[in-house]
């Protein structure tokens, strides 16, 4: 027994020696192996980051990278009107943006953001295994960082070569700068879908507002848009945004971002949402005349990329009343001229409902919205009887009264001189026809409508302060989006009288007074030179007055008189008085320019005006007052020029005159102002231009109405009837709780009693005498101009 026992020891230690020499065999092999595995996977990494390397670019530009931004002009009360951009992007520093947003992004795109170095090995390890189920690629699982080397350097392709050029870009982008600052570039650089780009254009676009303002609810629906902008819209589906939005905040609680209390309240908060709209453009001649400005200065990249500010001289509740009173007065000009017919015809046999969707798209109406009082829109003739028109609106119907049509005669038609009105609807619509109407006022549960057209006729508006040469408001047209032409700086119009003050003006400079006598009576000028075989001025009312006053004759515009006075001065001396006024236009040396016929802009005539506003001291017009960079650096600033093309006391001088036009002369209608006006109007051959130029001491404005072909406006369409109104309606509103202002006489003006007749001085008592004014240095004597020995010359 104890011998086997002893045989036994030898045995186990043969066997205890075996395992042992198992155990090194097996270590050293998966020793071996791993460490093969382990510099197999370093060389394969190695390989793929030396092969997927190459070509990248280097993050460290980034360190002065720029995304486009937008460029942004503000009105003179730093009231932003309007914007320029490819991509709109409002660049905001992080320590800007609320803790909830920045917050709410982790929570639903990198809660580990903090924690990784540019890639997130369980993020990855995840979307591994949901792609290998799905078959293909469904989820990135990529970081905040990969993200933004993604949008920053590489294509959109769900490809595994661009993962892997994402990934190293990522590491290098946290190797090169911190987690705030890729944060910071990330809220700023991704799309937030509808045109905007980075948080702070989100919060515009989606709610009206700034980040600043945003609540956690608000918050959490814009961190969830990057995933899918469009898909998760609210604008598109409100129901899906809500869903993702509510997914956002439970992610924020989860992590303890928020407190059950701001869960549920954020939970709870509706959709308090803003309006999407297309690029802001509050007034948009004005706007197109500083972005050219811009292009040329800066070049189109910087207009459209480089996130400049505009500071203008803009007044936009100004802008705003222009842009009103030119809609308004032009459409009802244009009724004055009848009705062209519809805009085209639906047959009514397509039945009532396909008719009223037609409308909705044609009127371009959005689910929900109602029809607007006072907008104009398209309908569609259902019915017609022998007092009012039935009519389809698309969202609703409405009925045309007689009375709210009866202007819609046949173009240029007339009835015993004076314009014909229709008796029955029948005489302008028919069943079916396309036309344009205005709502006016619910009524038996429909719309009141009254029967509209797109105007034919144009116009154009420029308002100056003459004391600073800063543009207020511009117009340049009925409908920027139908025609970017700008009348008021691009369309070389004849002025008509309106050119008259000017040559008034080289005429008191040459020592005539508002007194001076010059006779009325007929002239024929036969001069080669002068480009005319025979030419006979005549004065608009078609005869002659006699010894006529300068202040009598520019009150009631009187052509011979003006033309006979130019004779005096010199063609010469005229131009160049217009050209120190701002007139850069051609203008022919001949007599007929004292009548307005060399063609002029309606800002250059404009600007003539603001320096007789203004002391005869003009400053040339400008609508900016500063430029700056994304930085907030000064680029350009706005340094008046000022010149003295004529003395204080002859601005005044003429302004005297221009008053008279107002009070006595064809520019009455503008005394409703009861303030202190001086204007002329302006009326071309034929009626084809149609001015008013007006100003206060305060305020130069002028108005140009016309058509683009040059065709009549038709007949008695004159300055008064056709510019005043819209005019009067701009001054008005803009004056409305205004101070009232007189013009101040300067030093070398005097008062002096004549007998008007004659313009000779009278005694204080003598009957049928006034005052007059004169300058200092040309007093009244005994030779005092008079010209004209009879009533018929000829030269």
Same mark, same amino acid.
């Given at each position: 027994?104890?011998?086997?026992?002893?045989?036994?020891?030898?045995?186990?230690?043969?066997?205890?020696?075996?395992?042992?020499?198992?155990?090194?065999?097996?270590?050293?092999?998966?020793?071996?192996?791993?460490?093969?595995?382990?510099?197999?996977?370093?060389?394969?990494?190695?390989?793929?980051?030396?092969?997927?390397?190459?070509?990248?670019?280097?993050?460290?530009?980034?360190?002065?990278?720029?995304?486009?931004?937008?460029?942004?002009?503000?009105?003179?009360?730093?009231?932003?009107?309007?914007?320029?951009?490819?991509?709109?992007?409002?660049?905001?520093?992080?320590?800007?943006?609320?803790?909830?947003?920045?917050?709410?992004?982790?929570?639903?795109?990198?809660?580990?953001?903090?924690?990784?170095?540019?890639?997130?090995?369980?993020?990855?390890?995840?979307?591994?295994?949901?792609?290998?189920?799905?078959?293909?690629?469904?989820?990135?699982?990529?970081?905040?960082?990969?993200?933004?080397?993604?949008?920053?350097?590489?294509?959109?392709?769900?490809?595994?070569?661009?993962?892997?050029?994402?990934?190293?870009?990522?590491?290098?982008?946290?190797?090169?700068?911190?987690?705030?600052?890729?944060?910071?570039?990330?809220?700023?650089?991704?799309?937030?879908?509808?045109?905007?780009?980075?948080?702070?254009?989100?919060?515009?676009?989606?709610?009206?507002?700034?980040?600043?303002?945003?609540?956690?609810?608000?918050?959490?629906?814009?961190?969830?848009?990057?995933?899918?902008?469009?898909?998760? &819209?609210?604008?598109?589906?409100?129901?899906?945004?809500?869903?993702?939005?509510?997914?956002?905040?439970?992610?924020?609680?989860?992590?303890?971002?928020?407190?059950?209390?701001?869960?549920?309240?954020?939970?709870?908060?509706?959709?308090?949402?803003?309006?999407?709209?297309?690029?802001?453009?509050?007034?948009?001649?004005?706007?197109?005349?500083?972005?050219?400005?811009?292009?040329?200065?800066?070049?189109?990249?910087?207009?459209?990329?480089?996130?400049?500010?505009?500071?203008?001289?803009?007044?936009?509740?100004?802008?705003?009343?222009?842009?009103?009173?030119?809609?308004?007065?032009?459409?009802?000009?244009?009724?004055?001229?009848?009705?062209?017919?519809?805009?085209?015809?639906?047959?009514?046999?397509?039945?009532?409902?396909?008719?009223?969707?037609?409308?909705?798209?044609?009127?371009?109406?959005?689910?929900?919205?109602?029809?607007?009082?006072?907008?104009?829109?398209?309908?569609?003739?259902?019915?017609?009887?022998?007092?009012?028109?039935?009519?389809?609106?698309?969202?609703?119907?409405?009925?045309?009264?007689?009375?709210?049509?009866?202007?819609?005669?046949?173009?240029?038609?007339?009835?015993?001189?004076?314009?014909?009105?229709?008796?029955?609807?029948?005489?302008?619509?028919?069943?079916?026809?396309?036309?344009?109407?205005?709502?006016?006022?619910?009524?038996?549960?429909?719309? &009141?409508?009254?029967?509209?057209?797109?105007?034919?006729?144009?116009?154009?508006?420029?308002?100056?302060?003459?004391?600073?040469?800063?543009?207020?408001?511009?117009?340049?047209?009925?409908?920027?989006?139908?025609?970017?032409?700008?009348?008021?700086?691009?369309?070389?119009?004849?002025?008509?009288?309106?050119?008259?003050?000017?040559?008034?003006?080289?005429?008191?400079?040459?020592?005539? &007074?508002?007194?001076?006598?010059?006779?009325?009576?007929?002239?024929?000028?036969?001069?080669?030179?002068?480009?005319?075989?025979?030419?006979?001025?005549?004065?608009?009312?078609?005869?002659?007055?006699?010894?006529?006053?300068?202040?009598?004759?520019?009150?009631?515009?009187?052509?011979?008189?003006?033309?006979?006075?130019?004779?005096?001065?010199?063609?010469?001396?005229?131009?160049?008085?217009?050209?120190?006024?701002?007139?850069?236009?051609?203008?022919?040396?001949?007599?007929?320019?004292?009548?307005?016929?060399?063609?002029?802009?309606?800002?250059?005539?404009?600007?003539?005006?603001?320096?007789?506003?203004?002391?005869?001291?003009?400053?040339?017009?400008?609508?900016?007052?500063?430029?700056?960079?994304?930085?907030?650096?000064?680029?350009?600033?706005?340094?008046?020029?000022?010149?003295?093309?004529?003395?204080?006391?002859?601005?005044?001088?003429?302004?005297?005159?221009?008053?008279?036009?107002?009070?006595?002369?064809?520019?009455?209608?503008?005394?409703?102002?009861?303030?202190?006006?001086?204007?002329?109007?302006?009326?071309?051959?034929?009626?084809?231009?149609?001015?008013?130029?007006?100003?206060?001491?305060?305020?130069?404005?002028?108005?140009?109405?016309?058509?683009?072909?040059?065709?009549?406006?038709?007949?008695?369409?004159?300055?008064?009837?056709?510019?005043?109104?819209?005019?009067?309606?701009?001054?008005?509103?803009?004056?409305?709780?205004?101070?009232?202002?007189?013009?101040?006489?300067?030093?070398?003006?005097?008062?002096?009693?004549?007998?008007?007749?004659?313009?000779?001085?009278?005694?204080?008592?003598?009957?049928?005498?006034?005052?007059?004014?004169?300058?200092?240095?040309?007093?009244?004597?005994?030779?005092?101009?008079?010209?004209?020995?009879?009533?018929?010359?000829?030269?």
């Amino acid at each position: 027994m104890k011998k086997s026992l002893k045989n036994q020891k030898p045995t186990k230690l043969k066997k205890k020696k075996e395992r042992s020499r198992f155990g090194k065999i097996f270590f050293i092999t998966f020793y071996s192996i791993t460490l093969f595995c382990l510099v197999a996977g370093f060389v394969g990494a190695g390989f793929i980051y030396f092969h997927y390397s190459q070509g990248l670019p280097d993050v460290r530009e980034l360190k002065n990278y720029h995304p486009s931004t937008i460029t942004q002009i503000y009105s003179d009360g730093n009231e932003k009107i309007a914007e320029f951009y490819i991509e709109k992007r409002i660049m905001i520093p992080l320590e800007n943006i609320p803790l909830a947003l920045k917050q709410a992004t982790l929570a639903v795109e990198d809660s580990n953001f903090y924690y990784h170095f540019g890639i997130d090995p369980k993020a990855i390890f995840r979307a591994f295994i949901t792609n290998l189920k799905a078959g293909h690629v469904v989820e990135g699982g990529s970081t905040i960082t990969q993200q933004l080397s993604k949008t920053l350097f590489l294509s959109r392709e769900r490809t595994l070569p661009r993962k892997i050029k994402e990934a190293i870009l990522a590491v290098r982008l946290e190797l090169v700068f911190t987690k705030d600052h890729i944060l910071e570039m990330y809220l700023n650089q991704i799309y937030y879908g509808h045109g905007s780009y980075g948080v702070e254009a989100a919060a515009h676009t989606y709610f009206g507002k700034g980040v600043a303002a945003l609540t956690i609810a608000e918050c959490a629906l814009i961190a969830s848009l990057p995933k899918a902008p469009n898909h998760y &819209s609210p604008y598109k589906d409100p129901e899906r945004g809500r869903k993702r939005r509510n997914h956002t905040i439970r992610r924020m609680a989860y992590l303890s971002f928020i407190t059950r209390e701001e869960k549920k309240q954020a939970l709870n908060e509706g959709f308090h949402l803003g309006e999407v709209t297309s690029m802001l453009n509050r007034a948009p001649y004005f706007v197109e005349h500083i972005r050219q400005f811009l292009e040329e200065k800066y070049g189109s990249t910087k207009l459209y990329r480089g996130g400049l500010k505009v500071y203008t001289t803009l007044d936009i509740d100004l802008q705003e009343s222009a842009q009103r009173a030119i809609k308004e007065n032009l459409r009802i000009a244009d009724k004055r001229y009848g009705y062209r017919g519809p805009l085209g015809t639906l047959y009514l046999s397509k039945g009532e409902l396909a008719i009223q969707k037609s409308l909705i798209k044609m009127n371009q109406f959005e689910e929900g919205q109602s029809i607007t009082e006072g907008s104009i829109i398209k309908g569609v003739v259902w019915s017609v009887d022998e007092k009012q028109v039935e009519v389809l609106l698309g969202l609703d119907f409405g009925t045309i009264d007689i009375l709210d049509m009866n202007w819609a005669r046949p173009p240029n038609t007339r009835l015993d001189g004076r314009w014909e009105k229709i008796r029955r609807p029948s005489q302008a619509l028919a069943p079916g026809d396309l036309i344009l109407v205005k709502p006016l006022r619910i009524k038996n549960g429909g719309w &009141s409508l009254a029967l509209e057209q797109e105007p034919d006729v144009e116009g154009s508006l420029v308002s100056l302060d003459p004391k600073t040469g800063h543009l207020k408001a511009m117009v340049g047209g009925y409908n920027f989006s139908k025609s970017q032409f700008n009348r008021a700086v691009q369309a070389i119009r004849q002025p008509g009288s309106a050119f008259k003050p000017i040559i008034y003006a080289a005429a008191i400079k040459e020592g005539f &007074s508002p007194a001076s006598i010059i006779i009325d009576s007929p002239i024929i000028f036969k001069e080669k030179e002068n480009a005319f075989d025979q030419w006979k001025p005549v004065n608009f009312e078609e005869k002659f007055y006699g010894p006529t006053s300068l202040r009598t004759a520019l009150t009631h515009s009187r052509n011979v008189v003006t033309v006979k006075l130019m004779q005096n001065i010199g063609i010469k001396g005229t131009i160049r008085l217009a050209k120190s006024l701002g007139i850069s236009s051609k203008l022919e040396p001949n007599l007929s320019i004292s009548l307005g016929s060399s063609g002029l802009t309606l800002f250059q005539l404009t600007s003539a005006y603001s320096a007789f506003a203004n002391n005869g001291t003009l400053i040339k017009p400008n609508a900016i007052r500063n430029i700056q960079n994304r930085k907030g650096e000064i680029l350009y600033t706005s340094t008046p020029e000022i010149t003295q093309p004529i003395a204080p006391g002859v601005a005044y001088t003429i302004t005297s005159l221009l008053q008279s036009v107002v009070e006595h002369g064809t520019g009455k209608k503008v005394r409703v102002l009861n303030r202190p006006v001086a204007g002329k109007t302006g009326t071309t051959n034929n009626y084809v231009d149609a001015w008013f130029m007006g100003y206060t001491p305060d305020l130069v404005t002028g108005v140009w109405v016309g058509k683009d072909k040059d065709g009549s406006l038709g007949r008695n369409e004159t300055g008064s009837r056709t510019a005043i109104p819209i005019w009067l309606q701009f001054m008005q509103e803009a004056l409305v709780n205004k101070p009232i202002t007189n013009f101040q006489a300067p030093r070398d003006i005097q008062y002096l009693r004549i007998q008007p007749e004659a313009g000779e001085p009278a005694t204080f008592d003598e009957p049928g005498s006034e005052f007059e004014i004169f300058l200092q240095d040309h007093l009244p004597d005994n030779e005092e101009p008079f010209l004209g020995d009879s009533f018929e010359d000829t030269f």
